[in-house]
């Protein structure tokens, strides 16, 4: 027999709310028990849309006896106070990245949801995707002996309206914070961090004093290097992609068209038509996975969900990152604390 | 607001049966309303399973008024009879391929088919195949000129039971029939068929007096020419492409592999793992499309669904074939009766 | 130390006599001896160009005492009566094929031909082209079992002149010639040819009776299939790929580029510029190569040349595909005797 | 008429003093006039196999009068002094890189070059390599836009054996020369540059306080980020790419592989043969194009030929990568003055 559906509650009903109530909705074990958003239209919206009912605000949802656990997809700032509230409630909790903008906020909370007995889940997605999960498993079976070199290629295909880039943290803690979990994620005890940002393409980017290009290098206690590319364009669309080097060969994961028509032309050959442009196509399946993840981890089944643990430390990266690109010198971190 | 589902019966539930049920519930706006199957326990499983009524015989079921359209998935011989049943029971009906092996069968229901005002339609799944769909979406919005050259490259991992081949008519109309379909689906007109086929590895098929590898050239009616290469084993998987030749370029469809991982090693580089080793895996996405565009047939919408005479036109193809490798020479077909 | 050079004499200046002239020049151990052209000034250039001497007629070119070795690139229709006066030389000759458009006119030099001590070698160059050279060698070495199914795919850029078609011997004889040569270099005995040749797209090829596109079948003994695909022009460049099928897998060539650079924009990904138009830019290693085999069958070391026999099989499996195209059956070959 | 060939005088036969024999030797328009090596029979041996005539001392052949030109192939820390005897011979020169190991020696010659009336060429090989050079050009000619963001990997297949690395300069002036060459053939106005380098892989290596793989990032005056990965071996042989990203586009070159044949077997589908193991065969037509663009500054025609400036520059940034990665910080550099 299948057990009770785990009983999900939503917070937040923007863009990312909307991918997690159709995930929930999609998938067997799940269910979208209630929502609440700051805007409580689009709570209503969102509760027609999917079926599910409304609550006045996230903390009576949160200790609502008909809500088993929670999704935070709320703006950024809200984050630390509503998982504080999930772990008093004794609810597990997956809460969208990252945690906080404001690295001493995360401390604040890390030494209690540290000590908490419920699963604290970090929304990064990208470890989730079929093509990355594979290079991870292939990786850590071994088949291409000790990882010493792993390259990833991250860019957008345009970037975010400037509104929202101004209150994003930067594009370390924003944009290459995937890049860090995902090089996390296979090289987990990062020592240095060291930056280069520069605002090449765009004035509006420079004028609030981000980078529109990084590069980002790291490396492990036992001298594994890792090399993040960044850009917030790309004319060719969505650019993912990561390259695994070991002793015994290397390991790629190149960009996923929608089809795999070619066409050979007289201008052309071989040529596959551009990328998707948006990271909810791209990252569609990645979305009901993390969901699946979440659902064996509040049943006590084992889970690949990345822990607060994992929040935390992608956060010290982009601080470090940021950091180092100001300093311009390496900057040491020590993630094992 | 949605319209009603539409409750399909399914009449069958062997392994394909399986997959026409597990469309059926995740497809929105289609309801499983009953299943039966001529070993009764097999019925009550898959109704246990996904939640529906038994009925005791077919005609039972065509004719209840809980049943809206119906699936056939039962074995090939029942087919002429069930769509007759259905048309008599003015019940849309999607049938799986082939109608029946014997053209005669087929030629006796023709004229009611052909004047029936219910749609009948066949599962020709790789129509639907989101590549090939691709495929012939591109060559018909003219990327590459007048298509002047198919090619179609389908070979099976490995030969089905040898009880299954011995009733299965035949590899051409049993495997063939699919690159029939997808022949036409690019170029409706054929008039002419000529076959090569040999037995040269198995010699169980051989035993039957089936061939294990054909080769298959078509013209249609303005001398656009179709190949079609099939095997009865690949040892690298499920071998499934084609490729648009004409007067501006080239489109090509390759195989799909599970994710975009590739390998280098100290033994080969740039290097994918095998290909899926089964159609279910490899069409699951087509399955689910048959369902959908069987759906909009049914509500009278525009549909992209094969019809009667689709299945018909692959089993005078089939027929030819066959003919044309025994009387080894060309032989004239007339599609357009 | 070196052996002494071979002195080669060139008959036919014309475009495959100057590829010719250039491999002798460039090849270290060989000799422009003598240069001849029914045009005088086309010798003379050409023995200006390359440093050479010029003969006055064939003749006097094949029995010098300065000449080792004879280069026949001259009209087709003067191949046997230069090949015929090599053997009574006993000059070892190298013939650009066709040995000749009339069946009869071969077997009447056959007997002569086959009994002759001197090496008769044709010029079936796309053998010696190094990326056809390996799938060869690795089909030999066995990595893909026992090969089932040969397809060849060539496509020219597009049609030569009217003049030279009406005069070429028909599409078989003069472009599918070296396809049959091909196919014969990994399946020598072939006993059956079924052709299908259209004119859809040329109404001048048409209007001389000829097909501007053609696809041929052929079996060999055991049961291995060939499938050969032509067309006369192909707006993407020179299309020359083969794919041999085994029972262990498969092993393919592709397309050559100029070079491997590959671009990403806003309207195709992963594009390469076309391919070469021209075979004698595609064939330009293969020239010389051929030329190095021809030098070791000179000096009666051991060499994979073609020979006459190979030329004289090459015509008699196109005579029987332009015999098929025309009556619609399989027509049976014996290369054996 | 041809011009006279260009007489050029060989200073070191050993394994790249070989590679210039044989260019020089196959190349129209020059002839190798002489040779020297500090071990006479290594000289003999070579004027023997090619045919030229043994000088007793490099200055002997430097001022000969039967040398035009000059290649200098010996050892490193002869390089100085032999490019200022052919200043004062007034004899044009190509050098094999880097000029030398210590900056000091090469700024002292350095005004003296630069005021030079003769072309002083470095052996920078690879910006002459057919599939790096189209990617220059397609990036001049604008195709992806302004260049933003170019990635360089180079990868050796094994280390050189430790007696060498030890006196190699360390892997920055010895591996990565070639790669701060091709960086500022794209981005000439490198103004800062920030290395990574570790041994985690050869304790032998790591035994000569070297580093077996680096990451270096470099930005031009206007922003534009260099980024190149380096590693002492590669399981799959020789590893030599690039890729271009600009406003509008992405270009790549990827690895060269003898022949186009790719397998599809049981195990592994799409594969190549591993690459090249030496940069002799990979850079083969490379040295020869490079003689080539010599030969046209020797004759004072418009030449790509790489200069003493741009040796020089290389060797700047080695030395700003050897600081930077000692330092843990950004290096600025000014290659401008």
Known sequence: MSPAPVRIGLIGCGRIGQVHALSIVATPGAELAGVVDAVPTAAEATAARFGSTVYGTPEELITSDQVDAVIIA????????????????????????????DIERVESLRPKATAASIPIVLGFN?????????LHRRVQAGEIGTLEQLSIVSRDPAPAPIEYLASSGGIFRDMTIHDFDMARNFVPDIVSVSACGVAQFSDEIKSIDDYDSVIVTMTSSSGQQVV???SRHAAYGYDQRAEAFGSEGLLEVSNVTDTLVRRWGADQVEAREPYQNSFLERYAVAYQLELVAFLHAVRGEPSTSPTFHD?????????????????????????SV
Chains 1, 2, 3, 4 share one sequence.
């Open 74 to 101: 709320s703006p950024t700032p809200t984050h630390v106070d509503l998982i504080d509230a999930c772990i008093d409630a004794d609810k597990p909790v997956l809460c969208e990245k990252p945690i906080d903008l």
């Open 311 to 335: 929040g935390w430390a992608a956060l010290v990266l982009a601080d470090a990152a940021a950091r180092s690109a100001k300093e311009r010198r390496v900057i040491d971190v020590d993630l």
């Open 228 to 230: 993040v590319t960044n």
């Open 126 to 134: 990208r470890r989730f995707d079929p093509h990355f999960a594979e």
